[in-house]
């Protein structure tokens, strides 16, 4: 378990947001710490992509205050956010299906020859060393990641993350519609990320997931904060109870 002292990498403080006169996020507060993982649950509307789209620079909030590693920080968009070494990856995954493992991992940012040429060697072989790292059986560095399985296509995109230094990550429904296999090779790179001292928000809706990845769990309805909890503290039903009643049974006890 994660070791809670310290300064966090991540304060969202009293945040807020409004559309259309509807309180989207109401006043929320929620930290992640080295190493760690805290998951998001909630029901669709209930806020928790809209307060990770704040600290990933997507919404701009109205008010409240972010504190990357102790100290203020003004995020207003995904390159202010990426300047504090935050990323995000999206269901979607942001990949070019065309293009194999290094294309995509260097995509917008790549490297280039002395010549001013881009560096296609150097972009293998960089791909290749941080692929070892995270997931020793990725072998197919040439093919277009069309050909490549969710999962496979899941660590180019967390390491392309990773590579550009990511220490703040924000990890959307990583595992939707993944296999079991698949599913626990996507475990297996959160684990060795959590290793390497990054902090990850895990947003999904599968609570025995949620149970077997993170650290904590915090759950979100109507725009408020229902809890957040260490999962060693709480059941399943618990979870369930704090998402659909929106209560947290812990409070109570």
């Known amino acids: 378990m994660t070791d809670r002292k310290g300064t966090p990498l991540v304060e969202l403080k009293d945040i807020a ?9 109401d006043h929320v507060s929620l930290d992640l710490y080295p190493g760690e993982v805290v998951g998001l649950l909630g029901h669709n509307g209930a806020g928790k992509s809209t307060l990770i ?13 972010i504190r990357i590693n102790g100290e203020p ?5 995904p390159i202010d956010a990426r300047h504090y070494n935050i990323e995000t990856i999206y269901q979607t995954l942001a990949l070019a299906d065309n293009l194999d493992a290094a294309s995509n991992l260097f995509l917008g940012r790549e490297l280039t020859n ?3 040429f881009v560096d296609d ?4 072989s960089e791909t290749a060393k941080i692929m070892a790292r995270l997931n020793p059986n990725f072998k197919k ?3 277009p990641v069309s050909a490549l399985s969710g999962g496979q296509r899941q660590s180019v995109a967390i390491a392309r993350a990773v590579y550009f230094n990511a220490k703040i990550l924000i990890m959307d429904e990583p595992t939707a519609a993944l296999g079991v296999h698949e599913t626990a090779m996507v475990a297996d790179l959160i684990q060795e990320l959590k290793k390497q001292g990054l902090g990850i928000f895990l947003i999904s809706h599968d609570t025995r997931e949620m149970m077997d990845l993170c650290d904590r769990v915090a ?4 725009g408020k904060l229902v809890g957040s909890e260490r999962v060693e503290d709480v059941t399943e039903d618990d979870i369930l109870s704090m998402i659909i ?9």
Not at 73 to 77: L, P, T
Not at 121 to 124: I, S, V
């Open 219 to 222: 759950v979100m309805k109507n």
């Open 53 to 65: 789209k704040i600290l990933s620079g997507a919404y701009q909030k109205d008010s409240g205050e």
């Open 17 to 25: 947001i409004s559309f259309g006169g509807i309180r989207a996020v």
């Open 245 to 253: 009643l929106g209560k947290n049974p812990k409070a109570a006890a």
């Open 114 to 116: 002395a010549l001013g």
């Open 141 to 143: 560095l040439k093919e």
């Open 121 to 124: 060697a150097k972009m293998e």
């Open 73 to 77: 920080a003004q995020i207003n968009s």
